[in-house]
């Protein structure tokens, strides 16, 4: 999630925490010691490393299972069809604001594969099964779905070549 932190003491800091935040993630089933993966806010002009994540959380899934593959761990987390369907194979999805890469989906669930270097230096690594995870998808994927599926309001008519015409696209 996103939060801006408020006031630092020492190693302590304070963040102002909405309703919204609580009801999307979370952030109510953490305790006092908990976990948390922290990083700072992309600079213009930082090397990226990953896929755009913004903090902005979807959802909260479940993580339903947890395996070894030889040096890997794979998670497999449940979600609602509202965040699965933007969720796509090969593509990016953030756990608990750590990027990584979607190894397989179905209709319930998608998976990933950690290396070790994630596994043991994110919080993901630490997460059992039954735990519940701050899902956040691709922000590229939302908005080219938001234009192609946006035409007056209307979801139906999707991108079409009159429309690119329209704004000056064709």
């Known amino acids: 999630m996103c939060l801006t932190v408020t006031k630092i003491d020492g190693d302590v800091f304070e963040a102002d925490v909405m309703p919204e935040t609580v009801r999307r ?18 600079r213009l002009g930082d090397e ?3 896929h755009i994540v913004t903090g902005h959380i979807d959802g909260v899934g479940k ?14 987390i449940e979600a609602q069809a509202g965040i699965l369907h933007q969720i796509v194979e ?59 599926n946006a035409h007056g309001g209307k979801k139906e008519n999707g991108l079409t070549l009159s429309l690119l015409r329209e704004h000056g696209f064709a």
């Open 48 to 50: 990226m490393g990953g």
């Open 63 to 76: 993580i339903i299972s947890i395996s070894r593959d030889e040096n890997a761990v794979w998670m497999s």
């Open 90 to 148: 090969k593509g990016s999805v953030a756990l608990d604001g750590v990027s990584l890469t979607v190894a397989k989906t179905d209709i319930s669930s998608f998976s990933v594969s950690l290396i070790p270097f994630t596994a043991n230096e994110t919080v993901v690594g630490d997460k059992k099964v039954g735990d519940p995870v701050n899902i956040e998808t691709d922000i590229i994927g939302k908005y080219i779905e938001k234009l192609v």
């Open 25 to 42: 993630t979370n952030l109510s089933s953490l305790k006092p010691g908990s976990v948390v993966n922290l990083e700072p806010a992309l």
